[in-house]
């Protein structure tokens, strides 16, 4: 069982890494529409937001079946909470925007830093 769970884990976090790329990725893309103020939420910026805030806790789910089997390592629930809440402020802010065009370079920029944010408290923290 330990040897699914580890598939699993791996699988889940390929795919965390796909919504983050797609997330930053769309930010990034839009660096030059801030300037010009012609900005706007992507598609792949909202599926990107949806697929890290579902693979992550997914990814917390199967730690928590490895370590009830006797594998792997206790997580930092704490470290977890606090990105649960970035990147559930990250999906409301693309949900609640995603129709608006243009948004504001300073929205787009809070999305940018937050997404950024979880990255440093993942790798960091």
Known sequence: ???LAGIL?????VLHLVGLSALLGGFLVQIKAMRAKTAEILPAMVHGAW?????GILLVGVREWELAMGGGEALDH????????????????VML???????????????????LLNVVLAVFW
Request: charged share 15%; proline share 2%.
């Open 1 to 3: 069982m330990l040897e």
């Open 9 to 13: 884990k791996s699988f889940l976090v």
């Open 51 to 55: 697929t890290s805030l579902l693979t």
């Open 78 to 93: 704490s470290k977890i909470a606090i990105k649960v809440v970035v990147v559930l402020i990250i999906v409301t802010l």
């Open 97 to 115: 925007k995603r129709k608006q065009k243009p948004v504001s370079g300073a929205l787009l920029g809070t999305i940018g830093g937050l997404t």
